[in-house]
């Protein structure tokens, strides 16, 4: 598809609107896409003070709401819930420079309520398809996002933007004369991107997170990523967590129904936490605008959510352009997969032009035939191939699905390969790139394979052939193999059944574990041969304490008598009734209160000798 291209420069500090008037332009220009190159200049911005009537299509819903935050009372966004009277009343009330912005799944409703009004939408209004590389990259699961392109065309005045466009070969671009408008930045623009290829996201994560000092943004394409790193944080890292994700996304997340502790998950952009969580509906348009520049990641899971993978020329962009105030510092970690299916370039034109032209065989046959067997077997044939996905229902090219496909094989091809990812990074204007490769001796495949067994048995198998592995360094004298060891022990240990497990393990080996099928009665029943004392300070014992009872809180007696009670017969430790709240004396530094009611108990800080007292205690063992 032909398209002329021209160039238009931008100055440094300059908004678009101020490089369009040197240009003579007062507004966007018609029939055009605009390739800002730069994100947060003021696309449109430009088109919700322009002196015409608009309509603005954006991608999601959070752009829209903060759009419509920031021109309060001026701009009527149109998503699931407004109403056709919404629309209405605010029409009455503004005749001119009417503004509107739209989700696609909106835009035929909205519509259709304007032509009940005697409104000529497509003469009246200026339409704009913001983000525009979004109707490439999302339609393979969200076809909806194309239904605004029915009227597209049949506006009179019309444009497309993005900093990253990814454009379809429609015909009817070139059928009516569209033009490519192309900002170059005159000045250096490129921001340091540090990537981390690693066979062990979440300890990269864990490394870049906990070197940090600002707050940390975490950009990735899947829940089901962001739910397994979770489950892995250490309990204080987990408490510091918000989930930025829709509604349906927030369905998904068991790990916001914790009864141990608050956390939070939402749809709206607020206060940022120490860390945060943002899934693919944050990447474009969306605004997010922190007190201090903040510290961003972005993880493509190859092992764990292919789905992950992010594109450097386009996602990269658009996601640390969401900070209009700078960002401290950017890292893109990301696992390789060599196996990962994908076609090149060449095998992809070749397997779908081929795929097109057998359906249309298979068509003309069924035209042609005589019977009905004949007609009937045709038409099974043409509905069960899956490829009938990139025609409309007229049985004409979806352009847009076929782009969708061959940028989402390039993307994929990317990262089957370190190389690869690195020489598209720099391909890209916008980064400068600092390369660090690192490997761990656990690795993505080891924590999803505990994280999927479907029975406790072979979850135990699994703890322990890694917690093996890492014996030998168990009496290291080497202090950074002694802290590694310590390390990735805790990051193993998640619940008290592991933590009984470690402990048999420590006392008795790897062949009585397996010897007694990892029965958890056995395992306690041979740690009741250690005296009660040596029991109490073990770390499954220290650590649900902790886990339970947060510093800076108050709490009754009865809490923390509960609480200890509880924990000590979870470890097998013999309790009489009740355990006496004294005890906590022995994990935390106290205070006690007493009022008319019953005597609280202020928990000040953690005894962290305890752990110290417990190696002593293994190593003896």
Not at 596 to 606: D, P, W
Request: charged share 30%; proline share 3%; net charge positive.
């Amino acid at each position: 598809m032909y398209m002329r291209e021209t160039i238009l420069k931008i100055e440094k500090n300059e908004r678009l609107l101020d490089a369009l008037k040197r240009d003579g332009k007062e507004m966007l220009p018609t029939r055009c896409i605009i390739n800002k190159t730069l994100t947060g200049i003021g696309a449109t911005y430009c088109e919700l003070t322009s002196n015409r009537d608009s309509i603005i299509v954006e991608p999601n819903v959070p752009v829209i709401e903060g759009k419509v935050k920031k021109h309060k009372n001026q701009v009527l966004g149109v998503y699931a819930g407004i109403t056709g009277q919404d629309i209405e009343r605010y029409l009455q009330k503004h005749k001119t420079r009417r503004k509107i912005i739209v989700t696609p799944e909106s835009f035929q409703r909205m519509k259709e309520t304007l032509q009940e009004l005697g409104i000529d939408i497509y003469n009246e209004f200026f339409l704009l398809f913001d983000e525009c590389e979004k109707l490439v990259q999302d339609i393979d699961y969200r076809e909806t996002i194309e239904l605004p392109m029915k009227d597209f065309f049949l506006f009179r005045n019309k444009a497309m933007v993005s900093a990253t466009p990814l454009i379809a070969s429609d015909p009817r671009f070139e059928e009516q004369g569209f033009t490519m408008l192309r900002i170059v930045p005159n000045f250096i623009y490129h921001k340091k991107i540090k990537l981390i290829v690693t066979n062990n996201i979440l300890e990269s994560f864990l490394e870049e997170a906990e070197k940090s000092p600002a707050n940390i943004c975490v950009f990735c394409n899947s829940i089901d990523t962001f739910e397994s790193i979770f489950c892995e944080l250490p309990f204080e890292m987990q408490k510091q967590v918000t989930t930025f994700c829709s509604e349906n996304s927030m369905d998904k997340l068991t790990y916001i129904h914790s009864k141990n502790f608050k956390r939070k998950a939402s749809s709206f952009i607020g206060k940022l936490s120490r860390i945060n969580f943002f899934t693919s509906r944050f990447y474009s348009a969306v605004d997010i605008e922190p007190s201090r520049p903040p510290h961003v990641i972005i993880l493509s899971d190859m092992q764990g959510a292919p789905q992950s993978a992010i594109d450097p020329a386009t996602e990269a962009i658009q996601i640390v352009g969401r900070f209009r105030n700078g960002v401290k510092s950017i890292t893109h970690i990301s696992s390789i997969k060599e196996d990962l299916e994908y076609y090149t370039e060449g095998a992809s034109q070749l397997y779908l032009e081929g795929s097109l032209r057998a359906i249309e065989t298979i068509r003309n046959l069924y035209n042609r035939a005589m019977s009905e067997g004949e007609k009937g077997t045709y038409l099974q044939a043409l509905l069960g191939i899956s490829e009938n996905q990139y025609l409309n229902e007229d049985g004409t090219r979806n352009e847009y699905k076929i782009a969708n496909f061959y940028n989402d094989q390039r993307v994929k091809g990317l990262y089957t390969d370190a190389n690869k990812l690195l020489a598209a990074y720099q391909a890209v204007p916008s980064f400068k790139v600092d390369f660090q490769p690192r490997n761990y001796l656990f690795s993505d495949n080891d924590r999803l394979a505990r994280q999927r067994a479907k029975t406790r048995k072979w979850r135990a198998e699994l703890l322990l052939r890694q917690l093996e592995k890492i014996s030998h360094l168990r009496f290291t004298d080497d202090p950074r193999k002694k802290e590694f060891y310590e390390r990735q022990t805790s990051r193993l240990l998640h619940t008290p059944f592991d933590n009984t497990l470690f402990d048999c393990y420590r006392l008795k080996g790897a062949d009585y574990l397996r010897s007694i099928n990892f029965r958890e009665s056995e395992m306690l029943r041979s740690l009741k041969r250690k005296s009660v004392q040596q029991l109490k300070k073990c770390p499954a014992v220290t650590h649900g304490i902790h886990k339970l009872l947060e510093t800076g809180k108050e709490y009754t007696v009865t809490e923390v008598s509960t609480v200890l009670t509880n924990v000590y017969k979870k470890n097998g430790i013999p309790v009489n009734k009740r355990v006496s709240a004294t005890e906590i004396d022995n994990y935390f530094e106290t205070s006690s209160k007493r009022n008319r009611k019953e005597r609280s108990i202020l928990i000040v800080n953690r005894k962290q000798t305890i752990y110290k007292s417990c190696r002593k205690i293994k190593r003896e063992a």
